[in-house]
């Protein structure tokens, strides 16, 4: 189908594009910008983007999307819809599933389940050990070839060190990249919470920062010595962006991201022991949150992440230590970046670029840009539309939401897929 995208803001910061004007999609690509491209013809279908953002479409690049084994929680097509509702057009869904997706089985039966969604496509992250129970490696080279991104032990941890190195050295091999999610397992162990005044005031458990900046430094040794490429998900120490900047400069293929969710609320929204702000890791301090906002904003840390987590209500109702960690990220995503951009702290084109050219680049996708041949994954938003994340606006099945039940401002009018229109709010 030919669609033009009509008089909207287009920011690209692939090629440093931010202009009014007009989007011409052409089947799955993008065949022109500003100008009609000759021969293009009528378009079967205007999108009026006056007064409204277009941009690459956002990725997210590790949510639990529940299915297979805990539909009770959510699906893949419901969280699938719920992504393109938040301008998200790739998804990539973590391992930990059940079964687990360290077979070529596995992920066959997710991609059997995202046919035909109207929604976002979906990716795989594989397992890195088998079962992620961290002793034996899983079967990386079949994950790979069957259309894994990548491979994780999905926040499940490797204690003995040895198998980590082979893993990172196995991955290395194969050019698949390693999503680790860095804490000691003794010293979070037991912890719910970030360690501070406020976790000893409130009586909860702490995970200190050190737990984090441990298991950092031991996982960027064993990158070193294996040559692995890295990315760190979901950091939460203002420490932590010392220790990636310090790889890089080593030379060490490592990049990192920064949940939406840790750049706006601190271990203070904990205090009331209010379960939704329930996440691992922990919600840190103000220092640390600041921290991250300006690593982000200064492109220290690459990637900026829904880090969506949906659960049933049962989950959340259970006292804070004994709830499920995790938020709903998908639906508040866009308008609590926006709210970063208007408080000062990013500017709006690297906060796009930390959502959409960073991951897409990651992966090795030939989405994240508006540049003509470029697959056309485009996300269109208007900033200025105030709406209230409840039950009648939440696409995704999972309520668990600290911004449930508040107004927002920012939201997704229409999210194209591959020149698909898979949401239109207009519509």
């Known amino acids: 189908m030919k669609i033009r995208l009509r008089g909207g803001r287009l920011i690209d910061p692939a ?23 000759n021969g293009f ?13 277009v941009c690459p479409g956002f990725i997210e690049i590790g949510a639990r999307l529940r299915e297979p084994g805990a539909e009770h929680k959510a699906s893949i097509a419901s969280e699938l819809v719920a992504a393109a509702a938040g301008g998200f057009t790739t998804v990539c869904c973590t391992p930990d599933t059940s079964p687990v997706i360290d077979t070529p089985a596995v992920v066959e039966l997710i991609n059997q389940r995202a046919r035909g969604v ?30 894994c991104v990548g491979v994780t032990n999905a926040g499940r941890a490797i204690r003995d060190t040895n198998v980590l190195k082979n893993a990172l050295a196995y991955a290395s091999t194969l050019g698949l990249t390693v999503f ?12 719910v919470m970030h360690e501070g005044a406020r976790s000893t005031r409130t009586g909860l458990p702490g995970i200190p920062g050190a737990a984090e900046l441990i298991g950092l430094a031991r996982d960027l040794v064993l990158v070193a010595e294996t040559g692995a490429r890295a990315h760190f998900r979901t950091l939460s120490c203002a420490g932590s962006v010392k220790y990636i900047r310090d790889a890089r400069k080593a030379g060490l293929a490592v990049s990192a991201d920064v949940g939406i969710a840790h750049l706006h609320l601190t271990d203070a929204d904990v205090a009331a022991h209010d379960a939704a702000c329930h996440v691992r890791p922990p919600l840190r301090d103000t220092r640390d949150r600041d921290a991250l906002r300006r690593a982000l904003a200064r492109g220290h840390l690459d990637m900026l992440s829904a880090h969506h987590e949906p659960h049933d209500a049962d989950a959340k109702a259970a006292p804070f230590a004994a709830s499920a960690a995790g938020i709903s990220g998908l639906d508040s995503f866009l308008p609590l970046m ?12 690297r906060a796009i670029a930390a959502c959409a050219l960073a991951p897409a680049r990651l992966l090795g996708l030939e989405s994240g840009t508006l540049a003509v041949g470029a697959v056309a994954d485009v996300t269109v938003f208007d900033p200025r539309h105030d709406w209230t994340l409840d039950a009648t606006t939440m696409r995704s099945r999972g309520h668990n939401s600290p911004y449930f039940g508040q107004r927002l401002r920012g939201r997704v009018t229409q999210t194209l897929v591959g020149g698909r229109l898979v949401h239109d709010l207009d519509g």
């Open 338 to 349: 926006l709210e970063l951009v208007e408080a000062g702290a990013i500017e709006l084109g």
């Open 118 to 147: 109207r929604g976002a496509r979906v990716r795989a992250l594989g397992a890195l050990t088998h079962g992620l129970g961290g002793e034996v490696l899983a079967e990386m080279h079949a994950l790979k070839a069957i259309g």
């Open 180 to 191: 680790l999610d860095a804490e000691d397992p003794w010293l979070g162990a037991q912890g």
């Open 41 to 53: 013809g009528a378009p079967a279908r205007e999108i009026d983007a006056r007064e409204r953002v």
């Open 15 to 37: 090629a440093g594009t931010d202009a009014i004007a007009d989007l011409w999609i052409d089947g799955d690509r993008i065949a022109g910008v500003g100008r009609k491209p």
